[in-house]
């Protein structure tokens, strides 16, 4: 976006883990005892959470797996785990928008806008219809499994789409 710059060199100095898709809704009810999602499955990932949401996940994961330390990653690392070790956009490449929910790149790695509509199964999906400019035309959409997309190079899902991906850095401009 207009408000995602200058680009700038950033070097993560240590190592980190990062689970291989976000967290599905089956493990937040474990650790918070409640699903507060739309679309209600569990094997998609938790939505309708906000980030201090996610710290209470974090705090109370590491209360019941001591010395386990989880945490958002920086803004830096999640870029660096997105983008699979490449430098395009994301691990298939650089990303071509035709529309707003129209890049076809994204298709094989990600659910988004554009074809989160496709065969929708859930009843109480979101009102596509008015949504601008597909890839597909669908009328209901919402968030989708995880793992239902292929894996970027490092072996990681949905690092583009189906839900917000909440990182440990304030969000603000540069500078």
Same mark, same amino acid.
């Given at each position: 976006? !207009?408000?995602?710059?200058?680009?700038?060199?950033? &070097?993560?100095?240590?190592?980190?883990?990062?689970? =291989?898709?976000?967290?599905? *809704?089956?493990?937040?009810?474990?650790?918070?005892?409640?699903?507060? +999602?739309?679309?209600?499955?569990?094997?998609? %990932?938790? @939505?309708?959470? +906000?980030? !201090?949401?996610?710290? @209470?996940?974090?705090?109370?994961?590491?209360?019941?797996?001591?010395?386990?330390?989880?945490?958002?990653?920086? &803004?830096?690392?999640?870029?660096?785990?997105?983008?699979?070790?490449?430098?395009?956009?994301?691990? @298939?490449? &650089?990303?071509?928008?035709?529309? =707003?929910?129209?890049? %076809?790149?994204?298709?094989?790695?990600?659910?988004?806008?554009?074809?989160?509509? *496709?065969?929708?199964?859930?009843?109480?999906?979101? !009102? +596509? +219809?008015?949504?601008?400019?597909?890839?597909?035309?669908?009328?209901?959409?919402?968030?989708?499994?995880?793992?239902?997309?292929?894996?970027?190079?490092?072996?990681?899902? !949905?690092?583009?789409?189906?839900?917000? &991906?909440?990182? @440990?850095?304030?969000?603000?401009?540069?500078?």
């Amino acid at each position: 976006g !207009d408000n995602e710059g200058p680009q700038h060199p950033v &070097e993560i100095s240590r190592g980190f883990w990062l689970g =291989d898709t976000p967290v599905v *809704q089956a493990l937040w009810t474990a650790v918070m005892g409640a699903n507060p +999602s739309r679309f209600v499955s569990p094997d998609r %990932p938790v @939505e309708q959470v +906000s980030w !201090d949401d996610c710290q @209470e996940f974090i705090a109370r994961l590491d209360a019941l797996v001591p010395g386990l330390g989880a945490r958002l990653p920086s &803004e830096a690392e999640w870029e660096y785990a997105c983008r699979g070790g490449t430098a395009g956009a994301t691990g @298939e490449g &650089e990303l071509d928008l035709r529309g =707003d929910n129209d890049a %076809p790149i994204l298709d094989d790695i990600a659910w988004y806008g554009g074809n989160s509509g *496709q065969d929708f199964e859930l009843a109480d999906g979101q !009102d +596509s +219809s008015g949504w601008p400019n597909k890839q597909y035309q669908h009328t209901r959409a919402g968030t989708r499994p995880a793992r239902g997309k292929r894996a970027n190079p490092y072996g990681l899902y !949905d690092m583009l789409g189906n839900v917000y &991906e909440w990182c @440990e850095d304030w969000y603000g401009r540069y500078g």
